[in-house]
């Protein structure tokens, strides 16, 4: 059986941008995993946020555990690409 990788960017268009607040958690789980995508706090911090504004907000503890990580210049990067991604959608 063949195994595909499938990189950030191209698992993210995947995604509806209608998509539910769960559906966002989702594919932060799998960046503060390593699922799938290659580790990435600063993408897992940015779905969950972004889970949390479309009324998921079991997103919230992971986000906040994930922060607990990153560089205050990293959590500033993922609540601006979480801004703009839902000015944008």
Same mark, same amino acid.
């Given at each position: 059986m063949a195994r595909f990788e499938i990189g950030g960017a191209e698992l993210a268009a995947m995604v509806p *941008?209608? /998509?539910t607040g769960?559906? +966002? +958690? =989702?594919l932060g789980l799998m960046y503060a995993?390593? *699922?799938? &995508?290659?580790?990435?706090? &600063? /993408? *897992?911090?940015?779905?969950?946020? &972004?889970a949390v504004a479309r009324g998921f907000r079991p997103a919230a503890s992971l986000r906040t555990e994930v922060a607990q990580e990153m560089s205050a210049e990293e959590i500033a /990067? *993922?609540?601006? =690409?979480?801004?703009m991604f839902l000015t944008h959608h």
């Open positions: *941008a209608q /998509a769960e559906t +966002y +958690y =989702e995993a390593g *699922a799938t &995508v290659p580790l990435d706090r &600063v /993408a *897992a911090h940015k779905w969950f946020n &972004v /990067a *993922a609540q601006r =690409e979480a801004r």
